[in-house]
């Protein structure tokens, strides 16, 4: 009978990794497909190798967080508390992957886990604690390390990023010799090339920092019940892998098209400072939403470009107000030069509304909210209702 049990927790665990690729995929390489560097399919590849790495290496210890810290007695992970709380995870993310919106995997296997946790009483509240002060505190960190680069070190990064696309192929095989060996497209110049590099290794960092959190939240509940950590790697990695290719096809086209015009000098320094943070995070076992710091460094960093129109005695004085503005992230061209702090006209600073599309945004963040709370919500009423009345 546990053989059996064990084999459909396996199951459901796939299914949530199914789900937690088709989430992340999209943060992670949108960028890059939505300008044509990357094809989805390849997107998904490498999405799904380096968060093999992330998980074999950092990972095990937001594992170790989620299986047997979160929890006071280890003794409620059985095979069937590991199952239902493993269906409310997968379910409640393929509601966002459904809707084409990447949820917050870490909040929502967080929020199934303490359901169990309250419902039996044995939820360790510290651990609670520690991981909802980091969820405050490192979107607040985001926002200031990313206002700070904005303020003062956007518009030289800018200029480093000036890249301009060109027609035709980015790459072409030479197939002159025995071996076809990739070469630059007959219009693709060396900057070009070293900028699409540099989008895409960008995306493997995030998918690497994916890999350190988010595999907790596929195989955390079975290791808690006493399964090889080994083993539910692989597995978990495998089941990222197919949703990678397959279902996060929509989240690419939400983040690559339609979502936000972010240029791709904010959509780099944006991927670095939530990617560190994330890995930092992990690195002491804390599960992080890198959703929520990403959007709060976006933020950060527009707060921050458009604070130049100011010095700071003059704002300390009140003299003026900038106009703050995510949209000031448009204000340049790459490579444009950028008049000094307190030089520059406010009016020349864009509105929100010319960067994101609002009605995806608002889905977004309907999303964002709903998708933890129905699986907090669902696993907490679930297993009052069967330590009660059933177990």
Known sequence: MIGALLFVGFGVALFVGFNIGGSNTGPAFGPAVGAGVVSKLAAGVLMSGFFFIGSWTIGRRVVNTLGRELVTD???????????????????????????????????????????GVAAGELNWAIMGEIAVWWI?????????????GRYFYPRINRWVAI???????????????????K????????EAVGAMVVIAIGCLMAF???????????????G??????????LGCGAVTLGAVTIARRTLDTLGNDITDLPLT????VAIISSGIVIGLSAIGI??????????????LGWGRATRSITVSEGVRGEKKPNVSVGALTAEEPGEETPDIGEEDPSETPSAAELFNPETTGRVVLMQNVVPILSTVGAYATFYVLFRFWW
């Open 209 to 223: 920092s994916s890999g350190t959190s988010n595999i907790a939240n596929a195989i955390a509940p079975l290791y």
């Open 184 to 191: 630059l497209g007959p219009n693709t110049t060396r900057r």
């Open 225 to 234: 019940a006493g399964v090889d950590l080994n083993l539910l790697i692989l």
């Open 74 to 116: 280890p003794g409620v992970f059985t095979i069937e508390s590991s199952i239902v709380v493993l269906f409310f995870i997968g379910g409640a993310l393929f509601v966002g992957n459904y809707a084409g919106v990447p949820a917050s995997t870490s909040m929502t296997a967080v929020g199934a886990i303490a359901g169990l």
């Open 137 to 149: 505190v490192a979107p607040l960190v985001g926002f200031w390390v990313s206002g700070v680069v």
């Open 266 to 269: 904010a959509a780099i320094v």
């Open 287 to 300: 599960p992080a939403s890198f959703v929520i710091i990403a959007t709060m460094s976006i933020v950060g």
């Open 164 to 182: 301009e696309s060109t027609d035709g192929a980015l790459l072409t095989l030479d197939r002159s010799g025995a071996v076809p060996t990739p």
